[in-house]
């Protein structure tokens, strides 16, 4: 004989009723009908506030919690804003980055009476992520316009924001001036007068800057341009792009790599404070004085970068403003009327000069 599933009593009063209460017991206890009730819920200005007030309370006082899935389907919104990530969740709330971007954002979203879901890649799939996340509309970091994953949206026909890339005139951006910030990052180094430099980035350097998109390609352009200047280049025997993970692993995978170089680089710039903080615990790990032995600047200025000892040298984005401008532009777009081009906003950068980088010592 087949086992009764058993479920936990919903409540009236107080007492235990023995069925799931439903908008029709609400309707019923309020004196209303259960299109006022559903109005409750999902468009309280269609009531008066007393009465939405009333039949809120006399819900709660039964138990009683709207299906979300169904609630979507009559409001056809989640109320909730994705922010889509090519890593999966750990790697990304490792990053301090991360979390200042997603504070950002996550005002804006609390404002707006909005949930903040990150989507990572499904089974690696971030095009699969693209086309399953329960979302309203989403941010995208770290990808290219071409690529398959905003081809999804655009299909889905739902907005979004690109950050950190160079995106048509049809889609809505927020970036920052990475080109000048690794430009001033770089002549802070030369100014120093170090010439064996090492590169630390999150991607295999192909040796072509033209290769890269977005943020990668703007950082190694402004790197060059600083270089060439000095009359040095990034293929330059005394110049070396180490690739790593964009992770404090990462960093220290960079470290390690930096002491088989010959000739051994005295400075290295790194494209994120996270990568810089790796390097620097390695350096230390290993004996090195930084920045005696290595001088070693960053890129993001997180909030731990000037509490690091050294503090670190780095370039200062607006991390935070970027996620709160990205979250305001998607809400602006749902709720524009009108056919004007979406936004394409760029944020300033500043450089900051702190312990972690000196002049080179003579060889």
């Known amino acids: 004989m ?35 009730v559903s109005f409750a819920f999902n468009r309280p200005g269609r009531l008066a506030t007393e009465t939405a007030q009333r039949i809120l309370a006399i819900a709660r006082e039964m138990g009683y919690m709207p299906n979300p899935v169904a609630r979507s389907l009559n ?103 990475d080109y000048r910030g690794a430009y001033l990052a770089m002549q802070h ?36 341009d600083a270089l060439l200047e000095a009359g040095l280049a990034l293929d330059h025997e005394l110049i070396s792009v180490v690739a790593c993970r964009c992770s404090l692993d990462g960093g220290r995978e960079a470290f390690r790599a930096l002491t088989h170089l010959r000739p051994r680089p005295t400075a290295l710039v790194a494209l994120s404070d996270v990568i810089a903080f790796g390097v620097i615990d390695a350096a230390h790990q290993a004996g090195w004085c930084v920045p005696k032995h290595l001088s070693v600047v960053g890129f993001d200025d997180i909030e731990t970068s000037q509490l690091l000892r050294p503090a670190l040298t780095t370039v200062r984005q607006p991390t935070r403003e970027k996620g709160r401008r990205a979250a305001e532009l998607f809400l602006q777009m749902m709720q524009a009327e009108g056919s004007d081009p979406p936004p394409h906003i760029k944020l300033p950068v500043t450089f900051i000069v702190r312990e972690s980088s000196a002049r080179a010592r003579a060889a």
């Open 75 to 177: 409001t056809r919104r989640t109320q909730a804003l994705g922010v889509i990530v090519p890593q999966d969740i750990p790697a990304v709330l490792s990053n301090p980055f991360f979390a200042e971007l997603l504070s950002g954002v996550g005002e804006v979203c609390r404002t707006a009476d909005m949930s903040l879901v990150i989507v990572p890649p499904i089974r690696g799939s971030l095009v699969e992520a693209a086309y399953a996340a329960m979302i309203d509309g989403c941010i995208v970091t770290g990808l290219s316009a071409g690529d398959p994953v905003v081809r999804a949206l655009r299909q889905r026909r739902i907005p979004f924001v690109m950050l950190d890339a160079d995106a048509p005139e049809d889609i809505a951006c927020v970036q920052v001036d």
């Open 189 to 224: 180094v030369l100014s120093l007068g170090h010439r064996r430099i090492a590169i630390a980035t999150f991607e295999p350097f192909t040796g072509r800057v033209e290769d890269y998109h977005g943020t990668l390609r703007h950082r190694f352009e402004g790197y060059r």
């Open 2 to 36: 087949a086992k009764q599933r058993r479920t936990a009593p919903a409540r009236q009063n107080g007492a235990p009723t023995s069925h799931k209460v439903t908008i029709n017991d609400i309707a019923k206890r309020a004196g209303v009908s259960k299109t006022a």
